[in-house]
């Protein structure tokens, strides 16, 4: 569970300082598609480390 919505809203900017997570949440911002093995590293951040 995310501990603050500030930690929230920089994982949904793709500004977590964590460079592969990052790099999917911006590659879906901007393209609206994120290749599978991102989603789930990006997930598993979100619900696993942050």
């Known amino acids: 569970m995310v501990q603050n919505i500030e930690h ?3 994982w ?5 300082g964590i460079p ?3 790099a ?3 590659e ?8 599978n093995r991102l989603r789930m590293i990006v997930a ?3 619900s ?3």
């Open 44 to 46: 598993m951040f979100l």
């Open 48 to 50: 696993k480390i942050y």
């Open 28 to 35: 879906m911002l901007n393209t609206g598609w994120m290749h």
């Open 24 to 26: 999917g949440i911006r």
């Open 12 to 16: 949904k900017d793709g500004k977590t």
């Open 8 to 10: 929230l809203q920089r």
């Open 20 to 22: 592969i997570v990052d």
